[in-house]
């Protein structure tokens, strides 16, 4: 409606003629809100109005990758760390832990329950794994007070290693274990509490679904819902169902309702929103819906967030991408560079396309538009 689609690029933003609309549309959507949240909101539109020149996402994906300078030392392109892996899934954090590293981060770690540990540190032998977390299965004739010792013991094992990463992607692969899901709501209020930004997917947006409070007003914090997860979302947060005839302003409502939280949800185009603008990645990705894509984009996005954090403040704030939200910017690139790759891998695989596949296309689909040298 207010958001322009990029022909090539497949990034779109908000072209000049439909400003005037969007401003008209916000003050609807966002009625009650003060004459001074509204210009907020008109500068921040006039800034993304500015990128959408020649900034498309192949140019956020430029501006935001570091170069492969010989100065740098092991960690400054990233650490990230997973959290997830149970008993039934050991993929998911494996594809998000996988690809941070593939897309560039120097050290990827999972941490994950006992059993899980040991399935995937056998897929690979780059990632860090801790076989910390416990599920309530595993510690079923332990009393409340035993309980409560292990939830210490492993939130400080932790806390050991919680400053040291960029980001944090919670929820791949995590299963819904109450007992797991408890610790897990403890780590990330701890991380709230140290500043460390968060990527929220699959069980990890069925925690938040059910206690907002998590991440709301976080806006160190990306929500990344597939449709099942937007639908519980906007039935939580907003009280009804999914509207398809308003995608863009109830996404913005959602994010705002948030505390301005960004959203990046997942479908035929991947539609972004910090609550002050909507962005939306079309780029032609892949038409096999095979599991895992999803755990590609959260890793992926907690890559290009921590960059994208890097190059901001690495910059003089004069350009328009250094002045929009670096969440935004970290899921416009995730988003654009899961579907290059996507796209790549379909065309050698076609029908038998898998989720490691797509992975084996991450590098080179980001040496095209950023050469290593
Ligand atoms: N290779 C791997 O390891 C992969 C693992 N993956 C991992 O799988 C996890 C779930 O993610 P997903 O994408 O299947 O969730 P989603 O679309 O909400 O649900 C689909 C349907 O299933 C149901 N349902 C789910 N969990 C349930 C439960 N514990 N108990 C009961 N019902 C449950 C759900 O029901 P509902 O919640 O709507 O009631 C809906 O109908 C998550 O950790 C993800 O990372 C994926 O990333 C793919 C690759
Ligand atoms: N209908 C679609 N057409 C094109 N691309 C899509 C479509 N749906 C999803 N995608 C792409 O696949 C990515 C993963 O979205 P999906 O909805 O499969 O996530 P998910 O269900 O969380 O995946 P996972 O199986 O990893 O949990 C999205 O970022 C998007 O780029
Ligand atoms: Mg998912």
């Not at 939306?280 to 921590?306: E, K, M, N, T, W």
């Not at 076609?350 to 980001?366: A, C, M, V, Y």
Request: net charge positive.
């Amino acid at each position: 409606m207010f958001v322009k689609h990029g022909v090539n690029s497949g990034f779109s933003s908000l072209a000049s003629s439909a400003v005037l609309r969007r401003q008209q549309f916000l003050i609807r959507s966002l009625g009650g809100h003060s004459v001074s949240d509204i210009t907020h909101q008109k500068k921040r539109m006039e800034a993304v109005k500015c990128s959408s020149g020649g900034a498309d996402a192949e140019c956020v994906l430029r501006a935001i990758t570091p170069s492969l300078d010989p100065k740098r030392h092991k960690g400054q392109a990233g650490k990230i760390a997973v959290i997830g892996g149970c008993r039934e899934y050991t993929g998911a954090p494996y594809f998000a832990a996988i690809s941070a590293l593939k897309i560039g981060a120097d050290l990827s770690h999972v941490f994950c329950t006992q059993g899980a540990a040991t399935v995937i540190k056998s897929y690979s032998p780059e990632l860090i794994v801790h076989p910390i977390l416990e599920e309530s299965y595993s510690i079923s004739d332990v009393d409340d007070e035993g309980r409560r010792q292990i939830l210490k013991k492993i939130l400080s094992e932790f806390d050991k290693w919680m400053e040291r990463f960029d980001c944090l992607v919670i929820g791949p692969g995590l299963g819904r274990d109450p007992f797991l899901l408890e610790c897990v709501s403890k780590i990330m209020t701890h991380a709230r509490e140290s500043n460390v930004p968060m990527v929220v997917d699959g069980d990890g947006l069925f925690l938040v679904t059910n206690c907002i409070e998590l991440v709301s007003g976080y806006r160190l914090a990306v929500l990344t819902p597939n449709v099942n997860e937007y639908k519980r979302l906007v039935q939580k947060v907003l009280g009804g169902d999914v509207d398809d005839q308003n995608t863009h302003g109830e996404l913005l409502s959602l994010s705002k309702q948030i505390g301005g939280v960004t959203i990046l949800r997942k479908g035929k185009s991947d539609l972004i929103s910090d609550g002050e603008i909507v962005q939306s990645v079309s780029i032609y990705g892949s038409p096999r819906r095979c599991g895992g894509q999803g755990d590609i984009l959260s890793g992926s996005v907690a890559v290009f967030l921590s960059w994208a954090r890097q190059h901001i403040s690495a910059t003089e704030r004069e350009s328009t991408i250094s002045r929009t939200n670096p969440t935004v910017l970290g899921c416009i690139a995730g988003s654009a560079l899961l579907r290059k790759a996507a796209a790549l891998a379909f065309e050698h695989k076609k029908r038998s396309t898998l989720t490691t596949d797509i992975i084996e296309h991450l590098g080179q689909s980001l040496e095209a538009i950023c050469p290593a040298s």
